[in-house]
């Protein structure tokens, strides 16, 4: 089963990964195999979380879908705390309250949740949304895209509130990943449907 990802990209940054159509190519194209990636994908984010009145010094950095949560208090080399994957999200969303305050893997996706929210710049997540709610977000100018995902599914953000529906994915997302992008145009763009196409993807041509 496919899994929808909408997400709007800065236009510098959509132009960075996907060429526009020119007079010998009418179509757009990746320039390579990532579609999106998060701000700090190849770095490392330190942040700090309190479980059981103790708090803990820890850094996350991402292993393919995977973020890999270690002390930040620890040598290089040391074994990881938690390893957390995108399919981990749903079962650890649905424990009660009191088992959420309790669990250093809840407590370390809320507050990266969280500290998205206010700066994504040192983020292991990409933010997007599971349905098309572009049309109630015109606020921001970006180029808005369309994926749809062989098997990862984005979770959502735990922390969302009103209508944004806002949904997360780790690290980058890959075109072998996607059995369909399209672009729908820029902000304010009307009946814009472009297949985005990358030689070898699998991505179906436009007819």
């Known amino acids: 089963m496919s899994h929808d990802f909408f997400r709007k990209e800065r236009r510098d940054v959509f132009l ?50 995977t973020l890999v949560i270690t002390d930040d208090t620890k040598p290089n080399g ?3 705390l938690l390893r957390l994957t995108e399919a981990d999200m749903p079962a650890l969303q649905a424990l009660g309250l009191e088992q959420k305050k309790a669990s250093l893997a809840c407590q370390v996706m809320n507050r990266l949740c969280a500290d998205h929210a206010l700066a994504s710049t040192h983020s292991p997540l990409i933010s997007g949304c599971v349905v098309n709610n572009f049309d109630a977000s015109k606020t921001y100018a970006g180029e808005r895209l369309h994926l749809q995902l062989k098997t990862r599914e984005p979770f959502l953000n735990p922390l969302a509130s009103g209508n944004e529906k806002e949904a997360f994915l780790i690290g980058r997302i890959e075109s072998k990943e996607c059995t369909l992008i399209k672009y729908l145009g820029s902000t304010h763009a009307i009946g814009v449907n472009e297949i985005v196409r990358e030689m070898g993807s699998g991505i179906p041509k436009p007819r």
């Open 16 to 65: 960075s990964r996907i060429s526009a159509p020119t007079a010998e190519r009418n179509f757009y194209r990746l320039r390579s195999g990532t579609v999106f990636q998060a701000k700090n994908a190849n770095g490392a984010k330190r942040f700090t979380v309190t479980v059981a009145g103790k708090t803990l010094k820890l850094k996350a950095t991402v292993s393919g879908t």
């Open 78 to 80: 040391t074994p990881p």
